[in-house]
């Protein structure tokens, strides 16, 4: 850390989120640090729950205790924005921070030192009036020692760096940040670039709930590479949001000034899009939006004979079919509008008159599944649904594009717009489980349910292959002879060996330090007592590397309806052990690993080592150390040891076997349905 930066902390201060970045570990190694280190600095501000630190002092004792990560000045500028107090103030002090680069990217040879606030708005004026009015809606009258801090590690962070790809940084910081609350208010580029592709080219783009404004700077920066000129309007209920997508088209604004490509300066405006338009008579030519879905309050009963209602007054429960004739109401003829929708919104028994009436009059033209996981809520896959103006002079279009972008193995982007473009030009082919065109009336029943999945079966949902259901057949013999083959013959037992030896507990060989239980965290834990001895159960931590299993451990699952021992294969030695799982890990001396594994799978171990999770999930939590195992010579382990082995062989090849067998009778039952197969019985069985 250099001296420089070092004075650019000044007394600013830190959150735990803010100190874990500086080591880069999560936040529960900070609170270990407090516990076990007496020299650690107090706070000096927040609560009792969310207390703040002095930075230098924070900086100062991560640097003695050799945990300092050298971050880069971008990284500097981000923690001092996060650890800002008040935290709602965090959108604000990120406004103001791209305020400044951009007077640096505009005047990149004027500044010499940070500017006052006045200083800031004098320059802010010369680029946009209406910029620096809003800005001024966040800025105080002078610097506090928290906004100094910011200001000068910016100022440093503008020497070093490019401004616009320094603010996009922090943009992008801002957005996945938990302290910002943000994770909605940004489209990822994937999303919005397939969106775009799809809308196509034009001189007037509205985003009518911007957020901070990805899909239009997208748009505009498009432009701006292609030589072309495009106006954005965009409207945003919430102000830091609007400050902050006004700041990133700016910065695209004057690298289109430079190359003498100029765009007409953006208009955003903040506000409620459905109960105050801030456009209310511009027709576009392209309307793209990534609306908040499921709010109820969006203005029903105030809204009740409005003239947007084209298709049919939405439910209170449909807002997403309100946002969807706002944009249509936006459009102009020949437009394209393209919104994001939850996947509810394609079958909700509520909104089946409005789809219905949207399909009838060709509106609706498209609608594309996007895998899960690209954007909140992670876990859903969203659609694209694809609008456009119907033609009064012209006869409704009568077929519709479907498309599962999960199924596809080429970037979103590529993948929807070649889609798009084809339906769009007649040069439309149906790819299995792809895309395919489908006639309207076909979507006019009683559910009209536009999900995409339903019109295109599987891909791999094609005609059973004769050759390769006969190799299966070959195949399972095989399995099915190698598992009679290894069937153990078993007589009754002349001696009771095992019943009768006697019994040592697991706990009291943990002890010893002949066997030892590690455990994967399933989420990292904070405060948790450092082993006294190899001997004693270990978990991983944020300061420790996770266990890594040998050969010849013993894995056993936390969790479970039964006791379920697997020893380590040499193809697992050196992985590490994977959350929700414990390791034991024996004296090969002293034990032999599959007779260990054999003793302490018996059903009826689960008596006692087993606690139920909850009251009707019928799982148990498996503690170990309430085990016995029977005491024999190693010599007498390794011959039961030999048997447990052959035995947990036999169980694999017969999962094997029934999983082969299940897989072959679905085939032959789609061959038999599709007349690829005929079934031929002996004579002595039923028919």
């Not at 003239?307 to 969807?324: C, D, I, K, N, S």
């Not at 079966?457 to 050759?467: H, S």
């Not at 399995?479 to 060996?497: F, K, S």
Request: hydrophobic fraction near 40%; charged fraction near 20%; aromatic fraction near 6%.
């Amino acid at each position: 850390m250099t001296g420089e930066r070092n004075t650019a902390i000044g007394d600013a201060t830190l959150t735990a989120s803010g100190i874990a970045q500086l080591a880069n570990v999560g936040r529960a190694a900070v609170s270990n640090w407090r516990r076990r280190h007496a020299d650690f600095p107090a706070p000096v501000g927040g609560t009792p729950t969310s207390p703040s630190f002095n930075a230098r002092e924070v900086e100062d004792w991560l640097r003695r205790q050799g945990k300092l990560h050298q971050a880069g000045t971008e990284q500097w500028v981000w923690r001092h924005i996060e650890s800002f107090q008040p935290a709602a103030r965090i959108g604000d002090v990120l406004g103001i921070a791209g305020a400044y680069l951009l007077t640096r990217a505009a005047q990149p040879d004027e500044a010499t030192a940070p500017p006052t606030p006045k200083q800031l708005l004098t320059q802010l004026r010369r680029i946009d009036r209406e910029l620096a009015d809003l800005v001024a809606t966040v800025l105080p009258d002078r610097w506090d020692a928290q906004l100094t801090t910011v200001v000068r590690t910016v100022h440093q962070l503008s020497q070093e760096q490019d401004p616009e790809t320094a603010f996009e940084y922090l943009h992008h910081r801002y957005t996945t940040s938990a302290q910002s609350m943000s994770g909605l208010a940004s489209t990822p580029d994937p999303v919005a670039a397939a969106m775009l592709t799809i809308a196509g080219p034009s001189e007037r783009l509205l985003d009518f709930t911007c957020g901070t404004g990805s899909i239009v700077r997208m748009a505009t920066d498009r432009a701006t590479q292609a030589g072309t000129t495009i106006e954005c309007f965009a409207q945003e209920i919430k102000p830091q949001y609007v400050l902050i997508a006004l700041l990133r088209l700016w910065f695209v604004q004057l690298r289109a000034q430079a190359a003498g490509h100029p765009n007409p300066p953006p208009k955003l405006h903040i506000g409620d899009s459905m109960l105050a338009d801030a456009f209310p008579d511009l027709q576009a030519g392209i309307v793209v939006a990534n609306f908040p879905f499921g709010i109820h309050d969006w203005g029903h009963d105030r809204l009740t004979y409005d003239p947007r209602w084209v298709y049919g007054m939405p439910p209170r429960t449909e807002p997403e079919l309100a946002w969807v004739q706002h944009a249509l109401a936006h459009l102009s003829p020949g437009g394209i509008s393209v919104v994001l929708m939850p996947p509810a919104a394609a079958l909700r028994p509520a909104g089946r008159r409005i789809r219905a009436e949207l399909v009838r009059r060709g509106a609706l033209r498209a609608v594309i599944a996007l895998p899960a996981g690209l954007m909140p809520p992670i876990g859903i896959g969203l659609h694209i649904w694809v609008l456009t103006q119907p033609d009064e002079h012209q006869p409704p279009r009568d077929r519709l594009l479907f498309v599962d972008a999960t199924a596809g193995n080429r970037p979103l982007a590529e993948l929807a717009g070649t889609a798009w473009h084809d339906f769009q030009h007649g040069q439309h082919t149906d790819i299995p489980g792809v895309r395919r065109t489908v006639p309207a009336i076909d979507v006019l029943d009683d559910q009209v349910d536009l999900t995409p999945q339903r019109y295109l079966p599987p891909a791999n949902q094609q005609a059973t292959d004769p050759a390769a259901t006969i190799a299966a057949i070959d195949e399972l013999d095989r399995l099915l002879a190698e598992v009679r083959d290894r069937l153990p013959r078993v007589r009754p037992a002349t001696a009771t060996a095992l019943h009768s030896a006697p019994q040592a507990s697991l706990a009291d060989l943990i002890r010893s330090g002949s066997m030892s239980i590690l455990r994967a965290a399933r989420t990292r834990q904070a405060d948790i007592p450092e082993p006294s001895s190899p001997s004693a159960i270990t978990r991983t931590t944020e300061d420790d590397e996770p266990p890594r299993v040998q050969a010849d451990d013993l894995l056993i699952p936390v969790i479970g309806r039964q006791i379920s021992v697997h020893v380590a294969t040499p193809d697992q030695a050196g992985t590490d052990l994977e959350p929700g799982m414990q390791l034991l890990r024996i004296d090969p001396d002293q034990f032999d690993p599959w007779f260990v594994a054999g003793v302490l799978s018996r059903t009826d171990n689960l008596r006692v080592a087993g606690r139920a999770t909850s009251a009707s999930s019928g799982t148990l939590r498996i503690d170990l150390k309430r085990l016995t195992i029977p005491v024999l010579t190693l010599h007498d382990q390794q011959e039961y040891g030999r048997a447990f082995r052959k035995l947990a062989e036999l169980r694999t090849q017969l999962d094997q076997a029934a999983a082969t067998a299940a897989t072959l009778t679905q085939d032959i039952s789609d061959g038999l349905t599709s007349g690829t197969l005929t079934v031929h019985f002996n004579d002595s069985e039923p028919t």
